[in-house]
């Protein structure tokens, strides 16, 4: 991991100069104690663990037609799925670009954005499968939710919102982001895996060469990080790809395990997908789409400050009271990266826990977004080779940053049981809901009742009442079938 202190002695720059560059100046490489070398890798680290989002974003989104006869997902009319999926492919990487950028210049922080696991799923089997929605409303819902953001962000509301968060609660985010980040690694890793009776167990590691290989792969990060060895992460997960390429091409094992067998051919005319929010507009249930927006809304809302608060934890970015200052102006990246990307057609974009790599890499500005947003617009040019590195390598990074991010529970008071009760929810609801968003509402929810349980009612403002009340009404209506009767 880079030193936070120490990398502006060399030079901005990372020549050992004077920090007099474009760049240094312009991000402020000296106050954030940085140089150009620390942040071009903490770019490239977190690129390599979100590039997975340019394959899996449209694999999710694109219905696949199947014997059920639903179309779960977006279909175009004279297009075949992988035709759709690349179109989709090259919207994902439009609407990530737009919003680093904005992250880059305005925020000046080196978080990545993309559109988010989850809310496409609900867009792709909920939305359009289960409740029938066309996919032109679902994206109307989108930018719907991304002009409201705007606003919102804009008169400082969801800053204030952020900021009501329990104090247990904001300490308690990077531990249960770090839980999740490891479920999603090790999964992809073919280290954990599915089970009916345990829901989950221990993967078939000796017999399955992509999880051996993953494994081999970790250990060698490790052994990097650990050493100090600058860039490790993506040393080690460039290295495994490698590896798979290699045994591949050996005859070790056959085309596809570790390394794909072949490329897709791109697809660039968006034509069909830009501005299709539009027809979404017309014979919109008012009910529906409200409910629709009301749950991409608070998913988003929560999943993007949860994010913040939780990487800004590992990158020494809050302050004492545990707030990331000029939240605002991260928010409104997210925002407008929703709002572009709905346009194009996409789901949600949301801020990535992905993020962390690159912070624990050393990037501390918005030159490492900058770095991020410069080669997802690279990925254009050859969109098929996003596939080129293996799921089971990218993801070796999220395991190395999800256990430094455990260290973060120190900061919990866990003596208090008012604390330790909000806070255990929010780190254990995480990873097991694969939800950052139900992990932060279970400890909002908790707190006030807490509190109150040991007499510190007077401690607990009405805006956290009220948060906690929203929350339990947005449970309700995720959970009790709401949505599905509406329509």
Same mark, same amino acid.
């Given at each position: ?14 020549? &050992? ?324 990307? &709905? ?71 866990? &003596? ?72």
């Amino acid at each position: 991991m880079a030193d936070d202190t120490g990398s502006a002695s060399r030079g901005s720059d990372g020549s &050992g100069g004077t920090n007099d560059s474009v760049f240094a100046r312009f991000f402020g490489f000296a106050e954030h104690g940085t140089d150009l070398r620390t942040e071009v890798l903490a770019g490239i680290t977190t690129f390599l663990t979100m590039s997975y989002i340019v394959v899996v974003n449209p694999s999710i989104m694109t219905d696949q037609p199947g014997d059920d006869g639903f179309q779960d997902g977006i279909a175009i009319q004279g297009y075949s799925p992988d035709e759709v999926e690349q179109m989709l492919a090259v919207v994902t990487i439009l609407a990530a670009a737009v919003a680093i950028f904005v992250m880059a210049f305005y925020a000046n922080r080196p978080f990545g954005q993309a559109p988010g696991l989850g809310l496409n799923a609900f867009f792709a089997f909920t939305v359009v499968g289960a409740l029938g929605i066309p996919w032109e409303t679902a994206l109307a819902a989108v930018v719907t939710e991304g002009v409201l953001f705007v606003l919102l962000t804009a008169v400082g509301a969801r800053e204030y919102v952020i900021r009501l968060f329990p104090e247990p609660v904001k300490f308690s985010v990077g531990t249960g982001i770090g839980l999740f980040l490891a479920i999603i690694g090790l999964q992809e890793m073919g280290i954990v895996v599915d089970d009916a009776a345990t829901l989950v167990t221990l993967g078939s590691v000796a017999s399955d060469p992509a999880a051996l290989l993953a494994v081999l792969g970790f250990f060698l990060t490790a052994v990097l990080y650990a050493r100090g060895i600058r860039g490790s992460i993506v040393i080690g997960v460039v290295l495994t790809t490698v590896a798979g390429y290699l045994a591949t091409t050996a005859g070790f094992a056959e085309p596809g395990v570790l390394f794909p067998e072949s490329l897709p051919s791109p697809q660039y005319d968006i034509t069909p997908l830009v501005g299709a929010f539009i027809e979404g507009f017309g014979n919109v249930d008012a009910f529906a789409f409200s409910l629709v927006v009301f749950t991409f809304f608070f998913v988003d809302f929560f999943d993007t400050a949860g994010t913040l608060v939780g990487v800004g934890q590992a990158g020494g970015f809050l302050d004492d009271d545990g707030n990331l200052p000029d939240i605002d102006k991260p928010l409104m990246a997210d925002a407008i990266g929703t709002t572009i990307g &709905g346009i194009l057609g996409t789901s949600t974009v949301t801020t990535y826990v992905e993020s962390a790599t690159g912070v624990e890499e050393g990037g501390r500005t918005g030159m490492t977004a900058l770095v991020v947003g410069l080669l997802f617009l690279a990925a254009l040019v050859v969109v098929p080779l996003a596939a080129a590195i293996p799921l089971y390598a990218s993801h070796i990074a999220l395991v190395v940053v999800a256990l430094l991010m455990l260290r973060n529970v120190v900061e919990i008071q866990w &003596g208090n049981i008012a604390h330790a009760i909000p806070a255990g929810l929010t780190i254990l609801v995480m990873p097991l809901t694969y939800s950052i968003a139900y992990g932060i509402a279970a400890g909002i929810i908790a707190y006030p009742l807490m509190k109150t349980a040991v007499g510190e009612f007077d401690d607990i403002s009405l805006g956290q009442w009220l948060l906690a009340g929203a929350f339990v009404v947005y449970f309700f209506v995720r959970t009790s079938g709401t949505l599905q009767g509406a329509v």
